[in-house]
């Protein structure tokens, strides 16, 4: 452990806190004309690049959903509960990041959604919280101690990361302006129940 999670662990923060930005499923899938489309999603694909741009972060992390074609969440293999039209399938167009992301500056790419039997909406770990995916890790190594996290679907995968980097020990930021929904009325109903350690940033970043 090094010193500075060691003064983390006791809620110090030392010098300038390192900052790492967490770009969840920006994938053609989830963008306009995907398998599972968020609304307007490819809209936030040049804000999220002026962040990207920006020198804000320390580390700059992009998770892809990658599933097999068995998986457990399509409603195809599991008609009783699959509640998901078959989505980022590996290796397939739909499970590409969008074109337009400026993958240029990004330091890590984390797969998630691997194993067929269980989904895995947060980028650190498949729904039951056993499998790692790797992201903790990328992070602790950093020295990162707060994350700002935008992308798709804020519902679900941005909230769960979310949820995931705070029990984690991150000082943890949503962007919502950087993200968009399934469910049109989700960033306010957000604000409701999502843990209130969870900093809710509104508006684009300066
Ligand atoms: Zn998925």
Redesign the pocket.
């Known amino acids: 452990m090094s010193i500075i999670e060691k003064f983390r662990k006791f809620g110090i923060t030392v010098g300038e806190m390192r900052k790492a930005l967490i770009i969840v499923d920006v994938q053609n899938d989830f963008c306009e004309g995907g398998a599972l489309a968020v609304s307007h999603a490819s809209e936030i694909i040049k804000p999220i690049n002026q962040l990207i741009l920006s020198n804000k972060y320390s580390l700059i992390v992009a998770t892809q ?1 990658w ?1 097999p074609a068995n998986h457990i ?1 399509f409603k195809i293999n599991n008609p009783t509960t699959g509640i ?1 039209p078959a ?2 399938v590996q290796n397939t167009e739909g499970a590409k990041l969008h074109s337009n992301l400026d993958i240029t500056r990004i330091d890590a790419i984390i797969k998630k ?1 691997e194993n067929p039997q269980i ?1 895995s909406y947060s980028g650190f770990y498949d729904n039951d919280k056993i499998n790692k995916t790797g992201l903790e890790k990328i992070l602790f190594k950093d020295n990162i101690q707060a994350v700002d996290i935008v992308g798709l679907a804020l519902d679900y995968c941005v909230r769960f990361t979310a949820e995931d980097a705070l029990l984690l020990g991150f000082t943890t930021t949503i962007l919502i302006d950087y993200t968009k929904a399934i469910a049109p009325d989700a960033p306010k109903a957000l604000a409701g129940i999502i843990d209130k350690r969870i900093n809710l940033k509104y508006g684009m970043l300066k």
């Open positions: 959903d599933h969440s998901w989505h980022c959604g989904d």
